[in-house]
């Protein structure tokens, strides 16, 4: 604290208040919409404190679904998007972690070339390819399976040059003493280097989960079956035309479901996001 | 930089490189190619037969008043939503970065947004917008305006724009506040003690000591304004009304996937490779020359 202002000290409390109220309506409206009849929410206004049909709403949705729109239960579309968000998650840590490690530790014919080439997916996302990547997809057999869903999009650029920039970090001794206590590349690797990765693991955890999770336009154009919707496309396909058709409570209920994993990730494991998210990025 | 110690391996290497490359390869580049390749091709109707036609298609968009259309819709689009998004981050990280008491508390409740996809945020604000049912329509409606985004063209743009920013500013946020902690304090307090006030101060000394990060956020936000907020467009628009809201990875996709014109999707597409190549270009240019404090 530099100097006493209690008028710009409540100004700033004020402004902060204001602030988390804006940004957390909505979360709350979806709350309380999803613990209403459909009834209720069309009376308008519709009311601002939670009804008493909570647990029916839940229940409805996880085990069977909106019967307007996608009839899928959500239980199983959380189920898919759990699998999607794992697997490009650990995927993505996987074989970056090895690519960094060849990059960093070994010198190499065509290394430079390599790294390029990694590099350069960093400047296209999935939405400015996605015609000829779901042909390659649908041509090797993909659509509809867990494989098809995930493999495309665990390749990773920033994942790379995290582990890039952090194995740099690490002291050359350490690598010299394994060399002279008779340690391979792969046992150094084993042995030292991934106790020594835990924390930046557990950062790109955090922000690859989120962003499997979120996914969009993969999985629309990658699942037909409603039994492998991922959640965020299941709340897509309950809104019908027309706000009165929509079963309003069903889809509010879905979109808290489909909110609540990637939101805890991030409160609890909030260290690590800041972490990944400032270091990622730069 | 490189590493003073190294391991010697004739396969190894490549052997760990192999997973990475290959996914590169045949999600990445060689769907890019095609990309680029179709762009340059004309598919008849029955999708038959194609030819090749150089560079008519690109000819043909750019004679197509809705493809500049969708141009000057997105240049809108993504400035609204990277300067409303900056300004307001900006705004409540030096609050948080003022107060003494609860700053961490503010911190959690600010942050989550970041993790709602942007479909679902498109959906819960949709709902709060709902031209008959929503909240926000209501007291609109009762101060006289009259709220149908679905029919009004720059109330429908206005929605996407609050629905992007939303999401968007979290992320805004956390960077500003690591920045705004990573100014000394001595230059703040020496400035205090020369008598500059708290607003003189943020404009001579904080915010120019901010603007790396301030850059770097633009080029950020308007990436993430030009392709990630497709599940907002998709989820509330898709587009409309009457191309209100058609920004050019929605056209792209439209054309592409739901008019089945595989020529023209595949050009846009190739422009949109060309501005996003431009601008992580723009930024890692400009990382390099960072001023580190």
Same mark, same amino acid.
């Given at each position: 604290m530099i100097e006493n202002r209690p008028w710009l000290t409540f100004f700033s409390h004020a402004v902060l208040i204001l602030g988390v109220v804006i940004v957390a309506f909505p979360l709350y409206v979806t709350f309380v919409a999803s613990t209403l009849t459909l009834d209720e929410i069309i009376s308008? &206004?519709? &009311?601002?404190l939670p009804g008493s049909h909570m647990l029916e709403n839940y229940a409805q949705v996880l085990t069977a679904g909106s019967e307007a729109g996608a009839a899928a239960p959500v239980g199983r579309m959380m189920l898919n998007s759990l699998i999607m968000a794992l697997a490009i998650a650990v995927g993505k840590i996987a074989i970056s972690i090895i690519a960094s490690f060849a990059i960093v530790y070994f010198r190499f014919p065509l290394r430079n070339f390599f790294f390029w080439m990694i590099f350069?997916?960093?400047?296209? &996302?999935?939405e400015v390819r996605i015609i000829p990547t779901f042909k390659v997809v649908s041509d090797l057999g993909m659509i509809d399976t867990y494989v098809g869903l995930t493999l495309p999009l665990i390749a990773s650029a920033t994942a790379t040059f995290l582990f890039r920039q952090f194995f740099l970090t690490v002291p050359d001794e350490l690598a010299e003493a394994a060399r002279i206590d008779g340690a391979g590349p792969l046992r150094f690797f084993w042995d030292v280097l991934l106790p020594l990765s835990k924390t930046s693991m557990a950062a790109l955890f955090v922000i690859q989960f989120i962003y499997g999770w979120n996914q969009y336009l993969w999985p629309l154009l990658i699942t037909t079956q409603e039994s492998m919707y991922t959640a965020v496309i299941g709340i897509k396909r309950m809104i019908t035309s027309g706000d009165a058709l929509t079963e309003w409570h069903l889809v509010m209920a879905t979109a808290m479901l489909a909110m609540l994993p990637p939101v805890a990730v991030v409160i609890l494991m909030q260290r690590w996001f800041v972490r990944g998210l400032v270091e990622t990025e730069k | 930089m490189e590493k003073r110690v190294v391991f010697r391996s004739a396969w190894l290497p490549y052997a760990l490189l192999a997973p990475q490359i290959a996914i590169t390869i045949i999600f990445f580049f060689w769907p890019a190619g095609q990309a680029v390749w179709y762009s340059f091709q004309l598919q008849d109707a029955f999708g038959l037969k194609t030819q090749f036609v150089g560079l008519d298609n690109f000819r043909a968009l750019f004679a197509d008043p809705r493809y500049l259309a969708s141009f000057k819709i997105t240049a809108l689009f993504s400035a609204l939503v990277a300067g409303a998004g900056i300004v307001i981050a900006l705004l409540l990280a030096t609050m948080v970065d003022r107060v003494a008491k609860g700053a961490l508390a503010y911190k959690t409740l600010l942050i989550w $947004?970041? +993790?709602?996809a942007p479909a679902v945020a498109g959906v819960l604000w949709a709902f709060l917008f709902a031209?008959?049912?929503g909240l926000v329509t209501y007291v609109l409606k009762k101060n006289g305006i009259d709220w149908n985004w679905v029919l009004q063209g720059d109330q429908a743009m206005l929605l996407v724009v609050i629905a992007s920013t939303w999401k968007q500013i979290s992320y805004n946020f956390l960077f500003f506040l690591a920045g705004l902690q990573s100014i000394p304090r001595s230059l703040i307090e020496a400035a205090a003690i020369d008598g500059a006030g708290p607003g003189r101060r943020f404009w001579t000394i904080v915010f120019p000591l901010l603007s790396p990060t301030t850059f770097f956020l633009m080029v950020v936000n308007i990436v993430y304004a030009f392709f990630d907020t497709f599940g907002v467009i998709d989820a509330t628009t898709?587009?409309? $009304?009457?191309?209100?809201?058609?920004i050019l990875v929605y056209k792209a996709y439209y054309d592409g996937v739901? +008019?089945?014109?595989l020529g023209g999707s595949s050009a846009q597409s190739a422009i949109l490779m060309l501005i996003v190549i431009t601008l992580t270009v723009v930024q890692f240019r400009f990382v390099e020359r960072k001023v580190q404090y």
């Open positions: 308008v &206004p519709m &009311p601002l350069v997916t960093l400047m296209l &996302p999935v | $947004p970041y +993790a709602v031209p008959s049912i898709q587009g409309g $009304p009457a191309g209100a809201t058609n739901k +008019a089945a014109d």
